[in-house]
């Protein structure tokens, strides 16, 4: 083998590390459930400890290779550039989701594995490849595919009903995809001819699809029910891919695309587009806030919480169109899902130990099981975190773009809400214990499990506070620098 070749070879690894972690899944997980490895009652334990080894590895190998031009691979005409923020997301996501998958376990832990590896890879692969919108379908058809795999076969109404809701809305906004395409193919029309519409009309026409998009897959108002059933229904591991960490990635892209499509017509796009994401945003906060404190149910919680966080999202993309330059909004996307997956990891822990999905019934959880305790501490700490440290710094100001003592006034109680939802949670925890958590066996603090439980989740949430940097040169990657062409570098 030629030099030449040895280095287009460990170029193609390097580009592709996670999509090979994810395919090597495919072989690895039926085999070491086999009864050649041991008796068959242990076979789920087994799975599950393979994938959570290969979700540590992809994460590994994603950090070591990062992005730069030995990870860039070139066939003919088509390029893959891993980008920092892909790579970034498999890092955390691979040990957030081993650690969800070692304190989940089950019967189907193999298969959580590979629902966790192949969204990581399929987040890889669409922040790396620059060819416009086909990262946005890449992550639409995946976050369809992945939704059926972990609802898995079970005879479940409930998930068969948030499987159709899902493939319900990947279907709408596939459509509002194409009539993205067709109106941007016609903006070079437009200079041209301009009898056939304005450039700032049809500017506007993307942005607003591109935003229906948005608010679409990140479960935004009036999209939030396929979020809140997604949560309720599907398992942890899937729920957070699905509806969490795909849409964040999609995040990334739609706001770097809108941050193009601002910066490239001389009038700003104002109008029912600012005004809508901005209201939306705002209703969608304050909905997901109030929401979680008003229920029961640790599944509905945990789905309005990630509401929440799709409020957040869509006020960085009203920003985003107001002032393309500013970076604020694309560091929102990261935090967010770190913080609703410290709450993931809460839920399944507490599901585990108490097979219980009320608050009520919940009572006093927080003196059995001290361990869970401190995650939903971090998680809380996180999620204050975020708006304060990630996205009022982010260069700009709601009330200033905003314009309106609304949007500020809404946001502060959005925010206002979401951590008292948290609050609510960790109170629930303290009070009286009920007679089912009495009657579990209290957690030992310092038992191994426990330790790597908390180590954990400190870990998480420092990365989402900010306290923690990996890979500092992520944020300012997050957007292509001004000199290069729009073409090589269409995704964040």
């Not at 990635?249 to 809108?258: K, Q, R, T, W």
């Not at 209703?283 to 509905?300: I, K, P, Q, R």
């Not at 990630?306 to 909004?329: C, F, Q």
């Amino acid at each position: 083998m030629s030099e030449a070749e040895t280095l287009q070879m460990l170029s193609a690894l390097r580009a592709f590390s996670p999509l090979l972690f994810a395919l090597l899944s495919l072989p690895v997980i039926p085999l070491v459930r086999s009864n050649r490895f041991g008796s068959r009652s242990d076979a789920h334990v087994r799975g599950g400890s393979a994938a959570v080894l290969l979700l540590l590895a992809s994460s590994v190998a994603a950090l070591l290779a990062g992005s730069g031009y030995a990870s860039t691979l070139s066939v003919g005409l088509i390029t893959v550039d891993p980008s920092e923020p892909g790579r970034l997301l498999v890092t955390l996501g691979g040990a957030v989701f081993a650690l969800i998958v070692t304190v989940g376990q089950g019967r189907r832990a193999g298969a959580m594995g590979q629902v966790a590896l192949f969204g990581l890879a399929i987040i890889d692969i669409s922040l790396a490849i620059p060819i416009g919108l086909a990262p946005i379908v890449i992550l639409l058809v995946g976050s369809a595919s992945l939704s059926a795999l972990a609802a898995g076969n079970k005879e479940d109404a409930q998930r068969a009903r948030a499987v159709f809701r899902d493939l319900r809305t990947v279907g709408v906004l596939l459509t509002v995809i194409v009539v993205a395409e067709l109106l941007r193919s016609a903006i070079p029309l437009s200079a041209t001819d301009p009898a056939y519409a304005t450039t700032s009309s049809l500017t506007a026409g993307v942005a607003m699809t591109l935003s229906l998009v948005l608010l679409g897959m990140i479960g935004a108002f009036p999209f939030h029910h396929r979020l809140v059933r997604i949560f309720e229904s599907l398992p942890i591991v899937g729920s957070l891919m699905v509806g969490v960490w795909i849409p964040a990635a999609l995040s990334l892209i739609i706001l770097n695309e809108l941050s193009l499509l601002s910066s490239s017509v001389s009038e700003p796009i104002g109008g029912a587009v600012v005004t809508t994401l901005f209201f939306t945003g705002i209703v969608t906060l304050l909905f997901g806030g109030f929401s979680a404190l008003l229920h029961d149910d640790v599944g509905e919680v945990l789905g309005f919480l990630a509401v929440g966080n799709a409020g957040w999202l869509t006020l960085g993309a009203a920003a985003t169109l107001l002032h393309p330059s500013a970076v604020g909004p694309l560091l929102v996307a990261l935090p967010g899902a770190l913080v609703i997956s410290l709450f993931g990891l809460w839920r399944i822990s507490i599901r585990r130990h108490y097979e219980l999905t009320s608050l009520q019934e919940l009572s006093g959880w927080a003196r059995r099981t001290q361990a869970i305790g401190v995650v939903l501490i971090c998680a809380a700490a996180a999620q204050t975190a975020v708006p304060v440290r990630e996205f009022f710094s982010g260069g700009f100001s709601i009330a200033d773009d905003g314009g309106s003592p609304f949007i500020t006034v809404g946001a502060l109680f959005g925010a206002g809400s979401l951590a008292a939802a948290a609050i609510r949670l960790f109170l629930v925890g303290l009070a009286q214990e009920s007679r089912d958590v009495h009657r579990t066996h209290a957690g030992k603090i310092l038992s191994p499990a426990a330790i790597w439980l908390m180590a954990g989740a400190i870990l998480i949430s420092g990365v989402a506070g900010g306290f923690i940097n990996i890979e500092a040169a992520a944020s300012g990657l997050l957007r292509p620098d001004a000199v290069e062409s729009v073409p090589q570098n269409s995704t964040p």
